[in-house]
């Protein structure tokens, strides 16, 4: 315990020092209204401009779950500054003063009464993930992207005249943490849907209460017809693995026969049933896996993997969970580098591979939304949009390490994907109504990464695409960077398994 402590003592002061000042466990995330981005104070407060703040945190420390009490949610609803929504099948353009539905998805209005978590003036829209512990900086992404959208929204008059509010808790990426947050969420804050970083523990519970729920992805569970009102943003590990081998032969990378060591996760992002999967992908392209054992963060040090991995000759390290950061830099303590190389989906955030240090030069990682000037692809509106919404209202992740996280990227495009589905409705606004939407809409596209192409209940597919790029260390700021070394690339395999539908129909075989 002393040992793992001290681990997480130095990794928080690393997150600290790559990511900038952080609101504590303690303090509300103040936004600022008015047009005026708020800014954290270097003693932990929460600088607000004069119209308050639109974001709701909490307290975790007093969250239901464990080792907490009762969380106590702070809001307001800030006017912000405009946009518009994305589109499937091109660009719908907003008419003044709200967001436009979707290009070629039809409108789900109704005569009868809206939902709890709409009222005549906002719709609530909750959301839980990790604002504190080794991973909350992924929080602050993911909860400034959606914040900076609807503030963008709520400066042109809102949605159909209401103006988006988001009820936010932390919880440190912890199981029953979430759970206990959503149930307060729903059942006390009365939201009309939820925003999660991931939504196994709380597949059950959103799919029993029909609660439109989007999240980040990667899990079976997120995939499965099962969970209908659940929606995977981003995509799914097997899909992101079958890809990186895809780019792997395109960049010269995959040798037949070379040896592969793996790692997974069983706990934030529990990939046990692909695990076959993943390993078949590998030795179906002409690799051969020879380690493949679970690690997470709570497991500490990764000293004895660096070590079996090394003593297994392995050529290539396949990293699939958040634990690659400790076996990076384990492996750097014993000046270790696979013959070939490392990477994975998992090493795509650059606020993880900036802890890992100058070690992290070389690492491969993938990403699904473009950079900031639009590479792979080219700069438009829609870049300058994200770029100046987050730089307005949330300037704490307007450095292009955190505009370039898929966390960011895919919780800007899931705030446009649920405003999208509001707008469609009209005045009356249901769960019902939003889930009709969402399972309906084709090909959804923010501009800012490749299109969700399908979000149905039988047919989950995540945004799907990828681009590869090699990590470089910046030592006078001290922070990883990295530019697109392919095009978007999508998997050899895929038709293999089922084709477009594969991910929802695998993960229903798995029970």
Same mark, same amino acid.
């Not at 974001?55 to 420390?61: F, I, L, N, Y």
């Not at 804050?189 to 980040?216: E, H, S």
């Given at each position: 315990?002393?040992?793992?402590?001290?681990?997480?003592?130095?990794?928080?002061?690393?997150?600290?020092?790559?990511?900038?000042?952080?609101?504590?466990?303690?303090?509300?995330?103040?936004?600022?209204?008015?047009?005026?981005?708020?800014?954290?104070?270097?003693?932990?407060?929460?600088?607000?401009?004069?119209?308050?703040?639109?974001? $709701?945190?909490? /307290? =975790?420390? &007093?969250?239901?779950?464990?080792?907490?009490?009762?969380? @106590?949610?702070?809001? *307001? +609803?800030? %006017?912000?500054?405009?946009?518009?929504?994305?589109?499937?099948?091109?660009?719908?353009?907003?008419?003044?003063?709200?967001?436009?539905?979707?290009?070629?998805?039809?409108?789900?209005?109704?005569?009868?009464?809206?939902?709890?978590?709409?009222?005549?003036?906002?719709?609530?829209?909750?959301?839980?993930?990790?604002?504190?512990?080794?991973?909350?900086?992924?929080?602050?992404?993911?909860?400034?992207?959606?914040?900076?959208?609807?503030?963008?929204?709520?400066?042109?008059?809102?949605?159909?005249?209401?103006?988006?509010?988001?009820?936010?808790?932390?919880?440190?990426?912890?199981?029953?943490?979430?759970?206990?947050?959503?149930?307060?969420?729903?059942?006390?804050?009365?939201?009309?849907?939820?925003?999660? $970083?991931?939504? /196994? =523990?709380? &597949?059950?519970?959103?799919?029993?209460?029909?609660?439109? @729920?989007?999240?980040? *992805? +990667?899990? %079976?569970?997120?995939?499965?017809?099962?969970?209908?009102?659940?929606?995977?943003?981003?995509?799914?590990?097997?899909?992101?693995?079958?890809?990186?081998?895809?780019?792997?032969?395109?960049?010269?990378?995959?040798?037949?026969?070379?040896?592969?060591?793996?790692?997974?996760?069983?706990?934030?992002?529990?990939?046990?049933?692909?695990?076959?999967?993943?390993?078949?992908?590998?030795?179906?392209?002409?690799?051969?896996?020879?380690?493949?054992?679970?690690?997470?963060?709570?497991?500490?040090?990764?000293?004895?993997?660096?070590?079996?991995?090394?003593?297994?000759?392995?050529?290539?390290?396949?990293?699939?969970?958040?634990?690659?950061?400790?076996?990076?830099?384990?492996?750097?303590?014993?000046?270790?580098?696979?013959?070939?190389?490392?990477?994975?989906?998992?090493?795509?955030?650059?606020?993880?591979? @900036?802890?890992?240090?100058?070690?992290?030069?070389?690492?491969?990682?993938?990403?699904?939304?473009?950079?900031?000037?639009?590479?792979?692809?080219?700069?438009?509106?829609?870049?300058?949009?994200?770029?100046?919404?987050?730089?307005?209202?949330?300037?704490?992740?307007?450095?292009?390490?955190?505009?370039?996280?898929?966390?960011?990227?895919?919780?800007?495009?899931?705030?446009?994907?649920?405003?999208?589905?509001?707008?469609?409705?009209?005045?009356?606004?249901?769960?019902?109504?939003?889930?009709?939407?969402?399972?309906?809409?084709?090909?959804?596209?923010?501009?800012?990464?490749?299109?969700?192409?399908?979000?149905?209940?039988?047919?989950?597919?995540?945004?799907?695409?990828?681009?590869?790029?090699?990590?470089?260390?910046?030592?006078?700021?001290?922070?990883?960077?990295?530019?697109?070394?392919?095009?978007?690339?999508?998997?050899?395999?895929?038709?293999?398994?089922?084709?477009?539908?594969?991910?929802?129909?695998?993960?229903?075989?798995?029970?």
């Amino acid at each position: 315990m002393k040992r793992w402590s001290t681990v997480l003592i130095v990794m928080t002061a690393m997150i600290a020092s790559a990511c900038g000042t952080r609101v504590p466990v303690d303090q509300a995330l103040q936004v600022g209204g008015s047009g005026d981005a708020s800014t954290i104070d270097s003693s932990g407060g929460a600088v607000s401009s004069d119209a308050g703040g639109s974001v $709701a945190s909490t /307290d =975790p420390a &007093a969250s239901t779950g464990p080792g907490a009490g009762t969380a @106590t949610a702070k809001s *307001g +609803v800030a %006017p912000s500054k405009a946009t518009g929504s994305g589109s499937g099948g091109g660009t719908a353009t907003p008419a003044p003063g709200a967001v436009a539905p979707v290009a070629g998805a039809k409108p789900t209005t109704n005569d009868g009464p809206s939902d709890d978590g709409v009222t005549d003036t906002e719709i609530r829209i909750g959301s839980s993930g990790p604002l504190s512990g080794v991973a909350g900086f992924l929080g602050d992404e993911a909860f400034g992207a959606i914040d900076s959208y609807f503030q963008s929204v709520n400066a042109k008059g809102g949605v159909n005249g209401r103006k988006l509010r988001l009820v936010t808790y932390d919880d440190r990426l912890d199981a029953s943490q979430t759970l206990a947050n959503v149930r307060k969420l729903y059942e006390q804050d009365k939201v009309l849907g939820l925003m999660l $970083a991931f939504g /196994d =523990p709380v &597949a059950d519970y959103v799919t029993r209460n029909n609660i439109p @729920t989007v999240v980040f *992805g +990667v899990t %079976p569970l997120s995939f499965s017809s099962k969970f209908p009102t659940v929606y995977p943003l981003v995509g799914n590990a097997l899909l992101w693995t079958q890809e990186a081998i895809t780019g792997m032969k395109a960049q010269g990378l995959f040798k037949p026969g070379m040896k592969v060591g793996m790692i997974y996760d069983t706990q934030i992002f529990d990939v046990t049933p692909y695990v076959p999967y993943l390993k078949e992908a590998w030795e179906d392209a002409g690799a051969k896996v020879v380690v493949a054992d679970p690690f997470n963060l709570t497991d500490g040090d990764c000293t004895s993997l660096v070590l079996k991995m090394k003593d297994a000759g392995v050529d290539w390290w396949d990293f699939q969970g958040l634990g690659w950061v400790l076996c990076a830099s384990a492996a750097q303590r014993q000046q270790y580098r696979p013959t070939i190389g490392w990477g994975s989906w998992a090493t795509s955030v650059g606020g993880l591979a @900036t802890q890992v240090g100058p070690w992290v030069d070389g690492m491969w990682g993938g990403s699904n939304g473009d950079q900031p000037d639009g590479a792979p692809r080219q700069k438009t509106a829609a870049h300058d949009e994200y770029v100046g919404a987050i730089k307005r209202y949330h300037p704490n992740i307007s450095a292009p390490v955190h505009l370039d996280s898929p966390a960011t990227i895919g919780y800007w495009s899931g705030a446009k994907l649920i405003a999208s589905a509001i707008a469609a409705q009209g005045k009356s606004v249901t769960k019902a109504g939003v889930n009709d939407w969402i399972a309906k809409v084709e090909n959804f596209d923010v501009g800012i990464t490749p299109p969700i192409v399908s979000m149905a209940p039988n047919c989950k597919t995540g945004s799907e695409l990828v681009w590869l790029g090699q990590w470089k260390w910046d030592s006078a700021k001290k922070e990883a960077y990295r530019k697109p070394q392919s095009g978007y690339l999508t998997s050899e395999q895929k038709d293999k398994y089922g084709g477009k539908c594969f991910l929802t129909k695998l993960s229903d075989s798995m029970g």
